[in-house]
């Protein structure tokens, strides 16, 4: 038992200590501590070339992880706090408090109540985000999976690599979101955010917000909404509908449909076995009907159909 206002400094190894309010647990290089209990008000360093296995940290204590330390397995728990400093490695933390990285942790299982910050020279490697966790990323984050509520976002200097949204989570881009999979959840680009490579599956919804940029991407059964203000190029609908009221350049329809409401435009629209459909308000220029595509211009105030390619003859 490490008491109020105690040290204990561990070089060779340390086994279920617990340290108190006001105590602290530093461990050494070479030396290792398994199953620390980190009470509220206590701190546990984990130093350059110490190894810190299986601790928990209650509420009000904390973590630190210093440049060479490594932490696995740990337990943060509500209002606990764990700080992965620049060339810190943490492994399988479970976290229900907070987790803020300026060096590297991978596989952290966000807990309910869970936050995760990737600050600025940070990297979070397969986080997975359960049910209202939140990831907030100013660095990189990669291979995130978020769950029912769960929720990512990514700040304007952040960037996300291969996101996985499933059961109700949300992806929020402020920044550079590469290569999410959308389920049965959502993907927002905020202004001065971009997605590129997604794919958006049946029950996904992307939506491209005004100062929100797309490009390119894949629809297969899921929505894409391009708000007024909102811009995406190159993607391809392979089943599923998007929703144009901003802009839109060169998609390519296979199946499904691109819808362009009152004041969107599209441009280049390739439609080879899907629908066109052009709303009263809505622009579409230099589109292709090909052979199984079709395009339907509602209203007086559409595009005019000399604008089209004759549909073949059957």
Not at 27 to 38: E, H, K, L, Q, R
């Amino acid at each position: 038992m490490v008491a109020s206002d105690w040290v204990q400094d561990v070089i060779g190894s340390a086994i279920s200590a617990t340290v108190g309010g006001g105590a602290y647990q530093n461990i050494f290089s070479g030396g290792i501590a398994s199953a620390t209990t980190v009470e509220s008000g206590g701190l546990q360093t984990v130093y350059p070339g110490a190894t810190d296995l299986n601790a928990t940290i209650s509420g009000g204590a904390y973590e630190y992880v210093l440049s060479g330390g490594l932490a696995t397995d740990a337990g943060v728990g509500s209002q606990g706090t764990q700080f992965v400093f620049a060339g810190g490695l943490t492994i399988s933390t479970t976290l229900a408090g907070e987790q803020d990285i300026y060096g590297l942790a991978s596989g952290t299982v966000l807990a309910s109540g869970g936050l995760q910050n990737v600050e600025a020279g940070g990297s979070a490697v397969d986080t997975a985000i359960a049910s209202r966790g939140e990831q907030d990323v100013d660095g990189i984050a990669s291979g995130t999976v978020i769950a029912s509520d769960g929720l990512q976002v990514v700040e304007a200097e952040g960037i996300a690599f291969a996101t996985i949204v499933s059961s109700g989570g949300k992806q929020g881009v402020f920044g550079y979101a590469s290569g999410a999979t959308v389920f049965a959840g959502s993907e927002v680009v905020e202004a001065g955010g971009s997605a590129i490579d997604f794919t958006i599956l049946s029950g996904g919804v992307l939506v491209v917000s005004s100062g929100g940029y797309a490009d390119p991407g894949t629809l297969s059964g899921g929505t894409e909404v391009i708000s007024a203000g909102g811009s995406d190029d190159r993607t391809q609908i392979s089943g599923g509908t998007q929703f144009v009221y901003g802009t839109a350049t060169n998609a390519a329809v296979f199946v499904g449909s691109q819808v362009v409401e009152s004041g969107g435009f599209a441009s280049g629209t390739v439609v080879s076995g899907g629908v066109l459909v052009v709303e009263p308000g809505g622009t579409a220029i230099d589109a292709t009907i090909d052979s199984g595509g079709t395009a339907e211009l509602i209203g007086s105030s559409t595009t005019d159909l000399s604008r089209f390619p004759a549909p073949p003859s059957k």
